[in-house]
């Protein structure tokens, strides 16, 4: 064989290849079965998410037969199934039609109550007649529907509780309760729902990596964001050394800081959650002092007390600001509430009228008026 019948036979050879190779692509056509292609995405907080990709079969045949009371045990049958193609013996559903039906979470997450990797995984169900259902999130999440499922490629198995639904011709995943720190999504078909529980275990480590990265980043550059990121460690409680440094610098004038009522008594907080209350006190000392200060926030300080049980500090701070404050709304209200709180309540009955004469709109006449009855039957209005 000469080198020009060689050149044309090896140029046969690729040219055969490379039409194989765009058929064995395929082009582009309508679902199998007419089943459409769905995809639906939960947020848990602000940071994780979940997120279900199937396709989406109907109770109503392609030929047009009604399949309603047809569905469970009959198109979709009980147990684990030889589907009569591919490697596996025994298959359970595959949760939706055609391709895996997928469940990616974006962090580590809970399904009831047992811990998954992040990650994209095929979703799989086990169905049963009369007691629990067995839902599989399989690391094999590529395959076409359950035909090559391997109880090996297993990642999780629960069991989940289906329960009676309203009509639903469309299979449909839906999130059906959306909490803080966790979400309940439910696939629901014909009359049909099958609920199961993710959570998030370690959501508040998710927010605080986050917001130390942010802390470092531009969003760490002005003092309103230091705030908030202290605020979200008092309101958990945790983290509170570290947020300590962010209140200070925060509270420090500085290119990132700036000294105010609102950095001041934030710092406070968090030396008192840290229980040091000398410091804190002397800080909202400064606070309540500071030009920034506002009639409101002194007064929403003084009420703070009266919740801490500090009576005699409260009416101090409510004098302090009806006299830096005077003829001021809500000075007279926070004398009233000051009074009130130390068993003082002639003096207290005197300014809550004053306050009722000056009260700025009908909530706060209303709560003046009820605050006045009790003052006069002797009873406290905190």
């Known amino acids: 064989m000469n080198n020009s019948t060689r050149k044309l036979g090896l140029s046969i050879a690729l040219s055969v290849l490379c039409v194989a190779g765009l058929f064995a692509q395929g082009i582009t056509l309508p679902p199998s079965g007419d089943n459409q292609k769905s995809i639906v995405t939960q947020y848990i907080g602000s940071i994780a998410s979940v997120t279900i990709n199937y396709n989406s079969p109907d109770v109503t ?10 569905i469970w045990g009959q198109l979709e049958p009980y147990g684990m199934n030889y589907l009569g193609f591919g490697t596996a013996t025994a298959s359970p559903w595959r949760a939706g039609a055609n391709q895996n039906t997928t469940i990616t979470f974006s962090h580590d997450m ?4 047992k811990a998954i990797k992040a990650g994209t995984y095929g979703l799989h169900m086990i169905i049963e007649k009369d007691k629990p259902w067995t839902l599989i999130l399989s690391n ?9 499922y391997d109880a090996k490629d297993d990642a999780l198995r629960v069991e989940v509780q289906p329960k009676e639904a309203p009509y639903h011709e469309w299979l449909s995943y839906e999130f059906i309760d959306r909490q803080p720190e966790f979400t309940v999504a439910a696939l629901y078909w014909e009359e049909l729902m099958v609920p199961f529980k993710i959570s998030v275990p370690n959501m508040n480590d ?13 969003q760490g550059f002005n003092w309103q964001n230091r705030v908030a990121a202290v605020q979200f460690c008092l309101s958990k409680n945790i983290n509170l050394q570290e947020a300590l440094t962010w209140a200070e610098a925060a509270s420090t004038n500085s290119f990132i800081g700036e000294e105010n009522f609102t950095t001041l ?7 008192t959650a840290l229980g040091k209350k000398e410091e804190a006190a002397k800080i909202m000392d400064k606070a309540i002092n500071h030009p920034t200060a506002s009639v409101f926030q002194v007064h929403a300080y003084g009420r703070q ?27 007279n209200f926070g004398l009233a509430r000051g ?10 009955l005197k300014y809550a009228k004053l306050a009722l004469a000056n009260a700025p709109d009908q909530p706060n006449k209303d709560a003046l ?9 002797g009873e406290d209005i905190n």
Request: hydrophobic share 35%; proline share 3%.
């Open 206 to 218: 998710l927010y605080l990596a986050k917001i130390r990265n942010e802390m470092e980043d531009a």
């Open 265 to 271: 008594s934030t710092k406070a907080g968090v030396l």
């Open 61 to 70: 045949a392609p030929n047009g037969a009604d399949r309603r009371g047809k």
């Open 110 to 113: 809970e399904v009831e109550g």
């Open 305 to 331: 007390l009266i919740a801490q049980g500090e009576k005699q500090k409260a009416l101090e701070v409510f004098q302090f600001n009806a006299k830096k404050n005077p003829k001021t709304w809500p000075v």
């Open 339 to 348: 009074y009130s709180a130390v068993g003082n309540y002639k003096s207290a």
């Open 140 to 148: 094999n999440s590529t395959a076409w529907g359950s035909y090559f």
């Open 369 to 377: 008026t009820a605050g006045i009855a009790k003052l006069e039957k």
